[in-house]
């Protein structure tokens, strides 16, 4: 082991670093130490890799900057560095030269090299065998394009469809909208092209009337059953989900008279009524039929508004002597669309009233309907010869995936049915790794939308088989080569595990023992913090690893008057935001000890006792947001905190000791003052309470 | 070995697309012409839907960034020339002169002694000199000088006290010739130019801002946890008006749907409505376009007694002579008048065009580029057509695919 200690930047002006390298003599004996003024120089790294030959050290210790910075000059093969952030953390935030500052800058780094004494070698997760093979499941527009696209990149995809022809719904279409600038001539649909050229690809397998029977395992070595009457089974790598929509169940809006007459139609049914039959003389479309409604779909289904103008067009195309009405909310034609919509518009047998349909009334001659038009804001009747209800979009269930999950057949969902995700910077991270939603199976979306979001399920889809065959973790911890551990002897099979993990990682066999399957794991850590039997560990991250840098701190008597609050802080957002607060030079207490964590989800409750009796005053865990808009990067980690924080209290309680000693916040990444606050108030607040009892034990 | 796959523009696409083929073993290479990555969004507040900041996802791409040695990047970096197919791409790019160099540690000295004030989005923090870093959470993680308000040589007072001999105020720019496999262009999009629309009064009136400009000032206070104030008086607006459309839909600008504003000026306003209690905002639409699981967001706005959704086409803005503020005059769809009511701010909901940097690859006739026109060069994202976050990271994503097609 090897400490190098940078004196740059304040930091050996803040700091009496002669003392600090003493402190590091008297925990690791014979340490090979070194100080420069400014480490990450060249010369600086210089010395450092000089340190690290001459003491033959695999496991590095660099008191200096946060591990956010510099951390391209500081990476080294084969040895692994430890970040003790004395810059952002201490010395950038606390009174220089001070005797607490000194305490805490030490403290820090007797943490560090606890760590790094407790860590163990890091030997990477590689399934024997990791397959390229990869599956579609869906040979509608999203699923052809990410076949396609796959293959072309030199993948083998298996593309798996369950009519017995390909396309879905936008090879059922009777035309396509004009190209981009929305100027020209609706357009003859193209799906079929892509489909034979699936059909036609060399890497391509395609199956029709095929179902999913079931898959299991995991990213690298998926073993799939398909029901085709064949008993085909199929091994591969990663999966990608393309199983499309449905509409909207129209019988239910009982006042758009759905059912009662052929001349109430769907859209997708006009689609159809389009290609052959007769187009009657006048033709009222709804929009919104369905969506926007908290009744049925509160969401906006945002490919009806085109869809509805575009048929539109049919009927003027077909009927030259047609009229059309359509009742609209909103007309959403979004980006180049919207010349598309000017189009439309200035045809002068196309009427847009903008209101809220009251009912539809069909007899045997014609269709009425009465609209509250929001323009007049009285009630309308129109009569019509047919009505087409533009209903919006259903995904469909991903059930039939069969996943031989311990935690369910399907993906996971959120809000409204659609499969799970950081939608807005990460829409591939579904919580089931190696699988990956793409299209309107995922969001309600168009055409354009459902081809760029086949091929980037795909992408995703094949980087994961390359982390695979690397050992490597998949976002957020892309790269990370460690894995969960189970010592399976003193594991009682209590599930907690199992139902815990965010993304499925662990079946169970008939005994109810947990399975671990690695390649699905995220790296969260929240097996970790789940485990009662505290049998579950990484390689650098580990009961033993934390709890051997909690015990490491000095702490002084309660005469002293000098607390100390240890701080878990989740690595995404609690940590950046520390530095962010450092960059800023905000002040925080010098009582504070950080230690960082996977999510807060992995802090185990036998680390806050050990905090607890090792006489720390109080224990501060700070996360991302939990709730429906959640910012934790594992998904219900800081809510699994919120609930572990119930029985925390419990403990506090047969302690005897106060319920503030344990404190969880949530920030933002961006609350560096917030978290400055959150701090110190704390701080004060457990000076007022006085010392906890244990200290002098 | 196939050359690095070369990606233009290291904004959230950019970043997206560089980081998605590193991980899948690709070699790439981000060229951005700013000084930091993270484009556009890395001054915003937050994102519509979950109103969550921006800060939180570009951190893990960071991260993935600086862990990953097939990743390379330029920034203050611009593509000067492509020549060559598909595979074997010449780029020539010009690096400019960054005066600060790698060997800052941003210890933060040479803004400390800066006597040059710099403009800057508020959300860069509070040091706003020549030599500054755009937050505590910038990526590089140094300090940079903005060479055109320095005073170079004249002033030397950075050099001097710079422990590092970062500093190097007469460093030019070099030009960097480079092979490349395949190329994404994801420069993505800037604001429709405000002071065009002449009837909204924005280059006279201070209290008229974008919403790019509302966006800086929301983050400036919800980070540092300032006031609202406007900028004429700094004082607390009490009404604050948004403007649909500035631009956008209007034959006279931007014929198309700029796509994101709607959403944009619902999320303000409910910023507002959860973080600033007694500011009333108004929201003038055309139509409201939030489509998918946005619409989730306009309920919430629609619920709020704090805003208000009215359907109208504001026709101008003008000064009160009497001290009241802005008036706008607006015709009133649904009561069906034309309204004058004044306003302590207003914020122009304005469009995105794109940013070009080649003219090489043909654009449509709005100016996007149109994807597909040279073999092995992918335009991504908004500077294809004008899209949200969510649907660039998908584009980007998508576009990495295509570029590691064989």
């Known amino acids: 082991m090897a400490l190098a200690v940078c004196t740059g930047c304040g930091i050996g002006d803040g700091i009496d670093m002669e003392h600090l390298m003493q402190v590091a003599g008297e925990e690791v004996d014979g340490i090979a130490c070194m100080k420069h003024p400014a480490l990450c120089s060249e010369e600086g790294i210089d010395h450092l890799l000089r340190l690290v030959r001459d003491a033959g050290a695999d496991r590095l210790a660099i008191a200096a900057c946060s591990p956010r910075v510099k951390s391209e000059q500081f990476r080294m093969d084969g040895v692994y560095v430890e970040r003790i952030n004395l810059r952002e953390h201490v010395v950038w935030v606390m009174e220089p030269d001070d005797e607490d500052t000194q305490m805490c800058a030490e403290d820090h780094l007797r943490m560090g090299l606890a760590n790094l004494g407790a860590i163990s070698d890091i030997h990477p997760y590689i ?51 004009p190209a981009l600038d929305g100027h020209g001539e609706l357009r003859e649909p193209d799906t079929s092209v892509l489909a034979e ?100 779909l509160p969401y906006c289904s945002s490919y009806c508004c085109s869809a509805a103008l575009k048929q ?73 010869d047919m009505v087409v209800l533009a209903t919006g979009m259903v995904p469909s269930s991903t059930e039939d995936l069969q996943l031989q999950y311990r935690l369910g057949k399907g993906l996971p969902e959120i809000e409204y049915s659609f499969s799970d995700s950081h939608f807005i910077c990460f829409p591939y991270e579904t919580r089931r790794t190696g699988i990956y939603a793409a299209g309107t199976v995922r969001a309600p979306m168009d055409l354009e939308s459902s081809r760029e979001d086949g091929a980037g399920a795909m992408m995703k889809a094949i980087q994961c088989i390359e982390c695979v065959k690397r050992g490597e973790a998949v976002h957020p911890r892309a790269g990370d080569l460690t894995f969960p551990e189970l010592y399976m002897d003193r594991c009682t099979d209590c599930k907690r595990c199992t139902e815990e993990c965010p993304f499925g990682a662990y079946d169970e066999d008939e005994k109810g023992t947990p399975l671990s399957n690695p390649s699905r794991c995220r790296r969260c850590g929240i097996c970790v913090g789940s485990c009662p039997e505290r049998v579950i560990g990484f390689a650098d991250f580990s009961i033993n690893s934390v709890s051997a840098m909690i015990k490491s701190i000095h702490v002084p008597d309660e005469f002293e008057e000098k607390p100390r609050i240890l701080v878990f802080v989740c690595e995404n957002d609690a940590y950046p935001a520390l530095d962010a607060a450092g960059v800023n030079r905000l002040k925080f207490s010098p009582y504070i000890r950080i230690i ?34 959640y910012q934790c990067h594992f998904i219900h980690g800081s809510e699994l905190t919120e609930q572990r924080g119930e029985n925390l209290q419990e403990t506090l309680e047969t302690m005897m000791l106060e319920p503030e000693r344990i404190r969880t916040r949530f920030v933002e990444i961006t609350d560096y003052r917030e978290i400055q606050k959150i701090i110190n108030e704390y701080v004060e607040e457990l000076e007022l309470i006085g010392p906890n009892p244990f200290k002098s034990l | 070995m196939d050359f690095p796959i070369l990606i233009v523009g290291g904004g959230i696409s950019g970043i997206t697309a560089a980081v998605e083929l590193a991980e899948t073993g690709r070699e790439v290479l981000l060229v951005e012409k700013e000084p930091y990555l993270g484009g556009n969004v890395a001054g915003f507040n937050n994102y519509f839907p979950k109103l969550c900041p921006p800060a939180c996802g570009l951190e893990i791409n960071f991260r993935r960034i600086r862990s990953n040695p097939l990743i390379s990047y330029y920034t203050s ?116 130019d405000a002071s065009r629309i002449e009837n909204y009064r924005y280059a006279g009136e201070p209290d008229v801002v974008t919403n790019l400009e509302f966006e800086h000032l929301l983050a400036t206070c919800e980070r540092e946890h300032k006031k609202l104030t406007r900028p004429s008086d700094g004082e607390t607006p009490k009404r604050i008006a948004f403007v649909q459309c500035a631009g956008s839909r209007d034959v006279n600008h931007l014929p198309y749907c700029s796509a994101v504003c709607c959403s944009a000026s619902v999320k303000h306003a409910l910023t507002l409505a959860e973080s600033y209690p007694g500011i009333m905002a108004e929201i003038f639409y055309i139509d409201l376009r939030l489509t998918g699981r946005n619409e989730k967001l306009l309920n919430k706005a629609e619920q709020d007694d704090a805003i208000k959704l009215t359907k109208g086409k504001v026709g101008r803005i003008e000064r009160d002579k009497n001290g009241n503020g802005l008036i706008l005059e607006v015709e009133d769809i649904m009561a069906g008048t034309r309204r004058m009511d004044s306003f302590d701010m207003v914020v122009l909901a304005m469009g995105l065009v794109p940013n070009r940097f080649l003219p090489a690859i043909t654009t449509n006739e709005n100016g996007f580029y149109s994807a597909g026109q040279i073999q092995g060069i992918y335009p991504v994202a908004s500077c294809k057509r004008p899209m949200d976050v969510a649907s660039s990271v998908k584009d980007a994503t998508a576009a990495a695919l295509k570029a590691m097609h064989r």
């Open chain 1, 127 to 177: 399934p024997e065998q990791v397959h390229s093979d990869i599956l579609v499941v869906g040979g509608g527009l999203a699923g052809l394009t990410a076949t396609l696209d796959g293959a072309s990149a030199g993948y083998r995809v298996h593309l798996v469809e369950k009519s017995d022809s390909l396309g879905g719904y936008a090879g059922r279409l009777y035309k396509l909208m």
């Open chain 1, 197 to 296: 050229q699936v059909l036609a690809h060399p890497e391509v397998e395609v199956y029709l009337d095929s179902t999913i029977g079931s898959i299991s395992g995991e990213p690298g070595n998926f073993l799939v059953q398909l029901e085709n009457g064949k008993e085909t089974s199929l091994t591969v790598g990663s999966v990608v989900v393309s199983t499309g929509w449905k509409p909207y169940d129209a019988t239910r809006l009982g006042h758009m008279g759905y059912g009662l007459s052929p001349k109430i139609k769907t859209l997708e049914e006009f689609e159809k009524h389009s290609k052959r039959e007769k187009i009657p003389d006048r033709v009222l479309f709804i929009l919104c039929a369905g969506s926007r409604d908290e009744a049925h």
């Open chain 1, 312 to 384: 539109a067009l049919y009927v003027r195309e077909r009927n030259p002597e047609a009229q059309v009405y359509i009742i609209y909310r909103d007309i959403r034609t979004m980006g180049f669309q919207e010349e598309f919509y000017k189009m439309v518009q200035s045809d002068d047998a196309i009427f847009l009233t903008s209101g809220v349909v009251d009912s539809v009334s069909p007899d045997d001659a014609r269709v009425r309907v009465t609209v509250k038009d929001s323009l007049l804001d009285e009630m309308i009747s129109l009569e019509t």
């Open chain 1, 596 to 629: 960082p964590v996977r999510c807060l989800g992995s802090v185990n409750k036998v680390w806050i006792s050990d905090a607890l009796s090792h006489g720390y005053d109080g224990i501060l865990q700070i996360g991302c947001k939990p709730g429906d808009d």
């Open chain 2, 77 to 192: 970096a611009e593509v000067q020339e492509i020549s060559g197919t598909k595979g074997e791409f010449r780029v020539t790019i010009s690096v400019g002169a960054r005066l600060i160099n790698n060997r800052c540690t941003s210890c933060g000295k040479c803004t400390e002694v800066c006597p040059v004030d710099r403009e800057g989005p508020d959300s860069y923090g509070p040091a706003k000199k020549a030599a500054y870093i755009p937050g505590g959470l910038a990526f590089p993680m140094k300090y940079t000088i903005d060479a055109e308000i320095c005073q170079k040589e004249a002033c030397g007072k950075c050099v001097e006290v710079c422990d590092y001999n970062a500093i190097q105020l007469d460093a030019r720019p070099v030009e960097i010739e480079l092979r490349a496999h395949r190329i994404i262009v994801a420069t993505g999009w800037r604001l429709y």
